[in-house]
Each structure stands twice: as C-alpha cells, then as structure tokens.
C-alpha cells in the first residue's frame, strides 16, 4: 500500500524551512526520501531507520512521530537548488512503494 | 551502489503499436522493478521481474499490455503493447542496492513516451 503524503506542494522563499509528511496505515520500520528534478529520475536523499538514526544528507533531516506510522521531512534555510518534487518510500520487500510526492518550489 | 542504462530515452508512437524499453545494470541483481509515472504523478509499480521466472504484476496491470523478459541477473525490457493515448508517460526502471546505510533505489533515466 502506498503511503500518504503531504502537502502536495509548498512555495518558498529561500532561507525558510518546510516540513513534508508521509503517514502509513502501519508502523514504519524505514523511510526513504528522494528528490526528483524535473525531466530526471528520483535521487535517493536520506533513510530515517526505525531506532531514528539517520543517514544520507547532511543538511535535511526527518523524524518518526510517536507511533512510527508517519515520518517528516524537514527541509531548513532552503536554497534555490531543494526545488522538485519529493518522494517518500516506504520498503514493502521485495519493492518498494511511494507516495504521491510534494512538489516543492524555492524562490529567490 | 548501481548504475542503470535505461534506453530509449524518450519516443513517439502511433497508437495501436508496441514499444520496448530496455533496462541495463552494472551488476548482478536479483529483482528489477518496472514502474510507470504518468504526468504530476508518483511513481506507481507495474511489475517486479525476477530472473527465470515470469514477472510478478501489481493489481490493474496485466502481461498481454506489458510484458516483460529478465534473461539474466543484469537486463530487463518492459514492452507496453497496443498503446493508447492513455500510455503517455514516463517508464522507469528500478533497482534497490546495497549502500553504507541499508538499501537504497536506483532509478533508470526513465523513457518519456507519448502515444499520438
């Protein structure tokens, strides 16, 4: 089953911060967060591991909430370059499922 | 880590005609994934193709529409067969590697189709 994302797209003003959310009707063990740029294949960013530990990006960073049945992006002091859409993927072997994506626009 | 070749890049087709996609890795995997992103959208599996056997597809995609050969560990083509307008869409193939953190997806350039 896919997870469910959101918001489904954000603006912002470079320098701010945003937060996406993907939630699952079951606990999450892992969480994977891509980046796709427009005409390009999704880019793996980060894995948030069920015990929280994260790896991958040193400037975007996420979170479980209580239940492990959502996970938060958190994107700060945005820059120009964070703009495309962001994907979470949650590992449901042997694939892989994603959510709907939110698309994010970072203005000057 | 891997890399994926993914060709052709993009096409254009007349309806009512076939289209294969080939998918090419740099190293052995057991699984590659199919999955069809249509504009805007997420991405959504068509099918997870395993070498020697025939390919496992998820619920509204069937293997008359696309069907899918995996001769060995490090290629895979997806045909979409008697396109329609409504096949107009990004293919993209996909693998999940090993990396210093667990697993992560490999993607494929993806092949822009639009059916005329």
């Known amino acids: 089953q896919q997870p469910v994302q959101s918001p489904q797209a954000v603006i912002l003003r470079e320098g701010e911060d945003a937060v996406i959310n993907c939630s699952s009707s079951?606990?999450?063990?892992?969480v994977h967060w891509y980046r796709q740029k427009h005409g390009e294949a999704p880019v793996f960013l980060m894995i948030?591991?069920?015990?929280?530990e994260q790896k991958g990006h040193e400037k975007i960073s996420a979170s479980f909430n209580e239940k492990k049945q959502q996970s938060s992006l958190y994107l700060t002091a945005s820059q120009l370059s964070y703009s495309g859409t962001y994907f979470c993927?949650?590992?449901?072997?042997?694939?892989?499922?994603f959510g709907a994506g939110t698309r994010l626009t970072v203005k000057p | 880590s891997a890399v994926i070749s993914q060709k052709p890049s993009r096409d254009i087709c007349q309806r009512g005609t076939s289209l294969t996609i080939q998918c090419q890795v740099d190293?052995?995997?057991?699984?590659m994934f199919w999955y069809r992103q249509q504009p805007g959208q997420s991405l959504t599996l068509i099918a997870t193709?395993?070498?020697?056997?025939?390919?496992?597809?998820e619920s509204g995609f069937v293997i008359d529409k696309f069907p899918i050969s995996r001769p060995n560990l490090t290629f895979s083509t997806l045909t979409v067969s008697n396109m329609s307008p409504e096949d107009s869409s990004i293919y993209l193939c996909?693998?999940?590697?090993?990396?210093?953190?667990?697993?992560?997806?490999?993607f494929g350039q993806g092949t822009r189709l639009t059916v005329v």
């Open positions: 996909s693998v999940l590697g090993a990396a210093a953190w667990g697993t992560e997806a490999f």
């Open positions: 079951k606990a999450l063990y892992s």
């Open positions: 948030l591991l069920k015990g929280g």
């Open positions: 993927g949650t590992p449901t072997p042997p694939d892989m499922r």
């Open positions: 190293s052995q995997v057991t699984m």
């Open positions: 193709a395993n070498q020697g056997s025939e390919a496992t597809y």
